[in-house]
């Protein structure tokens, strides 16, 4: 007898559908390693681009009369295809509440409030509320993160090294706060440096190598302390830049090509040593090993 038992999912995941029209809504929606994942992913890539263009578009203060009505036609037109894939992501999950609460879930909804509560808010008493709420559209461009694989590698290394980025950013924060209360002193309220608070913005700005010029040492002491801040950046930028690309290396080569694709269904991630299709049991093509002559 065969045990139909599998892996629970886990509490923050809204869980993959078991059978019927649900499981195959979820196949073509949330897993792209089927011809029909594939093409979803690619044409709502697509209308991402598209839409987020359209907001830009919308923005231009020089857009005829015309133009701008067509942008409102094609917002609307955007704002009811995202409204029915979020319909249709909730409808095929385990767990609809879950998806909801989750990033890609408020970023789904973003890209969908802003045109409906833009309808709600008086445009003659409230312009400039319209403006911002129609402008909240660009966070459709977040739903990209979920489609390319770059971007999840790249959150992936940074979810990895958070630890280490933050113990990075507090040693900076202590010494923006050291060096600008030593500026402070130094300097004083007749050369720029009003207060703390001031002195520590000069200190970022001076550290990131922005340099505002807005708050400049007058003194010569000040100004080699401005000189210690300065190589301080140059030398300090590097190293979160270091951690990921380190941790982003750490990944890569600890993982397994899974590029093989099946050429019944055109699944993809099998592994290297594998005989047969995991979803359709189909034969695999052999793997022509590296020649090690």
Request: glycine share 6%; hydrophobic share 50%; proline share 6%.
């Amino acid at each position: 007898m065969t045990s139909n038992t599998s892996v629970p999912a886990s509490p923050t995941e809204p869980g993959r559908p078991m059978a019927g029209w649900r499981l195959r809504l979820y196949t073509v929606i949330f897993e792209s390693d089927t011809r029909a994942g594939r093409l979803f992913d690619m044409w709502l890539i697509v209308l991402i681009l598209a839409s987020v263009l359209a907001v830009v578009l919308d923005s231009l203060p020089a857009l005829p009369g015309a133009q701008r009505e067509l942008l409102y036609r094609v917002e609307w037109l955007f704002t009811a295809l995202f409204t029915v894939e979020y319909l249709a992501r909730l409808a095929c999950v385990r767990h609809p509440l879950r998806y909801a609460l989750s990033f890609y879930g408020v970023v789904d909804l973003l890209a969908l409030l802003p045109t409906y509560l833009a309808l709600l808010v008086p445009e003659v008493h409230a312009l400039i509320d319209v403006r911002v709420l129609r402008l909240l559209r660009v966070f459709r461009i977040f739903k990209l993160t979920a489609y390319l694989a770059e971007f999840q590698a790249l959150g992936g290394a940074l979810r990895a090294s958070r630890r280490k980025v933050l113990v990075f950013i507090s040693a900076v924060l202590m010494i923006v706060l050291v060096m600008g209360t030593l500026m402070y002193v130094v300097e004083g309220p007749a050369n720029g440096f009003t207060s703390i608070p001031t002195a520590v913005y000069w200190a970022i700005t001076t550290m990131t190598t922005v340099g505002f010029g807005d708050i400049t040492p007058k003194t010569e002491l000040g100004r080699f302390i401005a000189s210690i801040m300065m190589l301080l950046g140059w030398g300090t930028l590097a190293v979160p830049t270091g951690i990921v690309t380190a941790e982003m290396t750490a990944r890569r080569l600890g993982s397994q090509p899974v590029s093989r694709t099946c050429p019944e269904c055109l699944a993809e991630g099998h592994a290297p040593e594998a005989h047969y299709c995991l979803h359709c049991g189909s034969a695999l093509p052999h793997l022509e090993q590296p020649d090690r002559s």
